[in-house]
């Protein structure tokens, strides 16, 4: 058996987030990994927000040690359901930074939005590595998370498939020999729409993805094109770069993930079939591969990969993310909260698709009339922007709503 066959016989894996769309391809991964043999893993942990039945059922199949719901209402629920097994169970978001605090020596950071920032934080300051899926965590507290990953001698791995492309094929020894990034955007459901449909678009609508099956968030955030705001400023954080050298271009067919372009002009990618199953399989194995079920490229059926210009006018949620990421300090922090806020009040009916991009402005704009800290540097100071972003979101929902 290789070296590197026997050190990922050791591995103790925790998923925060399981019960989600990034959560249920892992675990989906990892049994097709036992199954052929190339993995052996103890799970640590799972957590999920309030999906208590398929939490139970992970943990009855996938045998954790422990368990945590976020909710804490749902506490006698999951003890319910797991009685007998001998799964020590937790609820409410203490809990969820004990599932993190536990032994793993990977962890999948899967939790939607900023909601995932303190369990994820705290399996950083472990030395853990982190599988990082959770992009809010890093747009709202990039800083305060990749500085206590390199303090505790952790690695972050991104999961995100942009992200995950451009690590595989990014020069780390020679950073200042990349000209730029390239995030190559799907465009989303929206993508040849006028603005006017817009405007009356649906949640059932926003989150029909062309290519990806993912959770309600990241699928309306990818109908805005805000998901590629976000992952501009993730991308910032995560590689040695500034954010005035990453562009974004449409490509629908989703087949290239991202590209890096290096000084004498040559372009890298890395491609892969829209099955989030690849890039998670990067991070389990890396820097080694491992199987993964994803299906194969099939170029002579694909045929044609096209790439567009974004357009400005109906996804102005770009422009939004360039400004923050330029202004620093707590805008990219109030940019999340305030899209977050705003995405949950489409997907429940209370405010329209065009107004998502409108209350996110509109809190950016108050925000710029305050004097925040320059950076964010403590958790205490990333927290405050994402509460004050999330409260003036609310206000700016509730006045529409009343409008
Ligand atoms: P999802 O909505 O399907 O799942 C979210 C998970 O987080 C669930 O397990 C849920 O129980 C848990 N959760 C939700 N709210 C919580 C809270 N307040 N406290 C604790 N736990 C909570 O989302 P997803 O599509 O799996 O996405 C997860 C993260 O991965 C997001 O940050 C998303 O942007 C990112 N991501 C997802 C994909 C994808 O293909 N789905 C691709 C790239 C990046
Ligand atoms: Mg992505």
Same mark, same amino acid.
């Given at each position: 058996?290789?070296?590197?066959?026997?050190?990922?016989?050791?591995?103790?894996?925790?998923? $925060?987030?399981? +019960? /989600?769309?990034?959560?249920?391809?892992?675990?989906?991964? *990892? &049994?097709? @990994? #036992?199954? !052929?043999?190339?993995?052996?893993?103890?799970?640590?942990?799972?957590?999920?927000?309030?999906?208590?039945?398929?939490?139970?059922?992970?943990?009855?199949?996938?045998?954790?040690?422990?368990?945590?719901?976020?909710?804490?209402?749902?506490?006698?629920?999951?003890?319910?359901? $797991?009685?007998? +097994? /001998?799964?020590?169970?937790?609820?409410?978001?203490?809990? *969820? &930074?004990? @599932? #993190?605090? !536990?032994?793993?020596?990977?962890?999948?950071?899967?939790?939607?939005?900023?909601?995932?920032?303190?369990?994820?934080?705290?399996?950083?300051?472990?030395?853990?590595?982190?599988?990082?899926?959770?992009?809010?965590?890093?747009?709202?507290?990039?800083?305060?998370?990749?500085?206590?990953?390199?303090?505790?001698?952790?690695?972050?791995?991104?999961?995100?498939?942009?992200?995950? @492309?451009?690590?595989?094929?990014?020069?780390?020894?020679?950073?200042?020999?990349?000209?730029?990034?390239?995030?190559?955007?799907?465009?989303?459901?929206?993508?040849?729409?006028?603005?006017?449909?817009?405007?009356?678009?649906?949640?059932?609508?926003?989150?029909?993805?062309?290519?990806?099956?993912?959770?309600?968030?990241?699928?309306?955030?990818?109908?805005?094109?805000?998901?590629?705001?976000?992952?501009?400023?993730?991308?910032?954080?995560?590689?040695?770069?500034?954010?005035?050298?990453?562009?974004?271009?449409?490509?629908?067919?989703?087949?290239?993930?991202?590209?890096?372009?290096?000084?004498?002009?040559?372009?890298?990618?890395?491609?892969?079939?829209?099955?989030?199953?690849?890039?998670?399989?990067?991070?389990?194995?890396?820097?080694?591969?491992?199987?993964?079920?994803?299906?194969?490229?099939?170029?002579?059926?694909?045929?044609?990969?096209?790439?567009?210009?974004?357009?400005?006018?109906?996804?102005?949620?770009?422009?939004?993310?360039?400004?923050?990421?330029?202004?620093?300090?707590?805008?990219?922090?109030?940019?999340?909260?305030?899209?977050?806020?705003?995405?949950?009040?489409?997907?429940?009916?209370?405010?329209?698709?065009?107004?998502?991009?409108?209350?996110?402005?509109?809190?950016?704009?108050?925000?710029?009339?305050?004097?925040?800290?320059?950076?964010?540097?403590?958790?205490?100071?990333?927290?405050?922007?994402?509460?004050?972003?999330?409260?003036?979101?609310?206000?700016?929902?509730?006045?529409?709503?009343?409008?």
């Amino acid at each position: 058996m290789t070296e590197a066959k026997k050190a990922r016989k050791a591995r103790r894996i925790t998923i $925060l987030g399981s +019960t /989600g769309s990034i959560g249920v391809n892992t675990l989906d991964l *990892l &049994e097709f @990994a #036992a199954r !052929r043999g190339e993995a052996e893993f103890q799970i640590e942990a799972l957590t999920a927000h309030r999906n208590v039945a398929l939490l139970a059922q992970q943990a009855k199949k996938f045998r954790p040690r422990f368990v945590a719901i976020g909710d804490e209402a749902l506490r006698d629920d999951l003890d319910a359901a $797991l009685a007998g +097994t /001998g799964i020590e169970t937790g609820a409410g978001p203490s809990a *969820l &930074e004990d @599932a #993190a605090a !536990r032994d793993a020596d990977w962890v999948m950071a899967a939790i939607v939005g900023a909601a995932g920032l303190h369990p994820t934080l705290r399996a950083a300051k472990r030395g853990a590595s982190i599988a990082l899926a959770n992009k809010e965590c890093l747009v709202c507290a990039g800083d305060v998370l990749t500085a206590a990953i390199a303090e505790a001698g952790g690695e972050l791995l991104p999961v995100d498939s942009e992200h995950n @492309a451009i690590f595989q094929v990014f020069d780390f020894e020679r950073p200042e020999r990349v000209s730029r990034l390239i995030l190559t955007a799907s465009g989303g459901p929206f993508r040849e729409w006028t603005r006017s449909q817009m405007a009356a678009a649906t949640p059932a609508q926003a989150v029909a993805h062309p290519n990806w099956s993912m959770g309600a968030k990241i699928s309306v955030d990818s109908a805005t094109l805000m998901n590629k705001g976000l992952e501009l400023i993730e991308a910032a954080h995560i590689f040695p770069i500034s954010h005035e050298q990453i562009e974004i271009v449409v490509h629908p067919q989703s087949v290239i993930h991202s590209m890096v372009e290096y000084v004498d002009g040559s372009v890298l990618a890395q491609l892969g079939t829209p099955d989030m199953r690849t890039p998670i399989a990067t991070t389990l194995a890396w820097p080694d591969r491992t199987p993964s079920p994803s299906a194969r490229l099939d170029f002579a059926k694909i045929a044609r990969l096209t790439f567009e210009a974004p357009d400005p006018v109906r996804f102005p949620a770009l422009r939004l993310a360039r400004e923050s990421v330029a202004q620093g300090g707590v805008f990219p922090a109030m940019l999340n909260a305030a899209n977050e806020v705003a995405v949950a009040a489409f997907l429940a009916g209370n405010l329209k698709f065009l107004d998502i991009a409108g209350v996110t402005e509109q809190v950016l704009e108050q925000a710029g009339r305050r004097n925040g800290p320059a950076r964010l540097s403590t958790l205490d100071e990333a927290v405050a922007a994402d509460q004050e972003g999330r409260r003036l979101a609310a206000l700016a929902v509730a006045a529409r709503a009343a409008a």
